[in-house]
């Protein structure tokens, strides 16, 4: 099994529509997790932090459900500006080693 | 402002050629990470450092050495042992291993074998 799966996509939503994805994880022992977002030919920005449950900001929501071994990204009333790769982040080896997903890429059209 | 500094953003070199890629951060961070991304892939991570003077291979780390002589400066160096080596190369850090912040990227390097 994979460290970190994503589904790749890509997610193709019209503008205003609601839309989550998954990232699974291997370690059981992982306590932090991060959402975030890399623009085409960029580095990757943080988008979201998720410590405990799950973080709320703003249209982005992001959920830890540690039982099944997945966080989710929803994001509400897509913008165009939302479109991007999403990636996952988990910790492993005692939170020394950052272990990325693929990605996920979104396409929010008009 | 406080960041970190990769150079150059685009590289080019002759098969059978070592290069050296720079990564300097002002952050006072610990830990430092290098990461390789193909197109259309995620990151994947080469080497890191959580202290000076010490570093530990990653999952792809064949081909590819780097060094931490100074807090804040994680050079990688891509060796010609390094088969397919064209990538985008991203260096990043963090506050302290084992702890939950965030990490901060550079802006990457461009590297192609021509």
């Known amino acids: 099994r994979k460290e970190v799966e994503q589904d790749p996509g890509p997610f193709n939503v019209p503008e205003g529509a609601t839309v989550a994805f998954n990232c699974t994880y291997s370690n059981s022992a992982s306590q932090s997790f991060f959402w975030y977002r890399q623009d085409c030919r960029k580095e990757p920005k943080l988008l979201m932090s998720?410590?405990?449950s799950g973080n709320e900001d703003g249209r982005f929501t992001a959920q830890l459900n540690r039982a099944s071994q997945y966080i989710s990204l929803l994001i509400r009333d897509s913008k165009l500006s939302d479109s991007a790769t999403y990636l996952c982040?988990?910790?492993?080896?005692?939170?020394?080693?950052?272990?990325f997903g693929q990605g996920t890429r979104l396409t929010i059209n008009p | 402002d406080g960041g970190i500094t990769q150079s150059p953003k685009y590289l080019f070199r002759k098969e059978g050629q070592n290069v050296t890629l720079s990564c300097e951060q002002n952050?006072?961070?610990?830990?430092m990470y290098w990461y390789r991304q193909d197109p259309g892939q995620g990151l994947r991570l080469i080497y890191y450092s959580q202290i000076v003077n010490d570093f530990q291979k990653g999952d792809i780390a064949e081909g590819y050495s780097v060094s931490r002589e100074k807090k804040e400066s994680f050079p990688l160096t891509v060796t010609s042992a390094q088969k397919n080596p064209t990538a985008f190369y991203l260096c990043?850090?963090?506050?302290?291993?084992?702890?939950?912040?965030?990490?901060?990227f550079g802006e990457g390097s461009r590297l192609t074998v021509l």
């Open positions: 998720v410590y405990s």
């Open positions: 990043a850090s963090r506050l302290a291993p084992g702890n939950t912040g965030e990490l901060f």
């Open positions: 982040v988990v910790p492993f080896q005692g939170a020394q080693k950052l272990v």
């Open positions: 952050l006072n961070h610990d830990a």
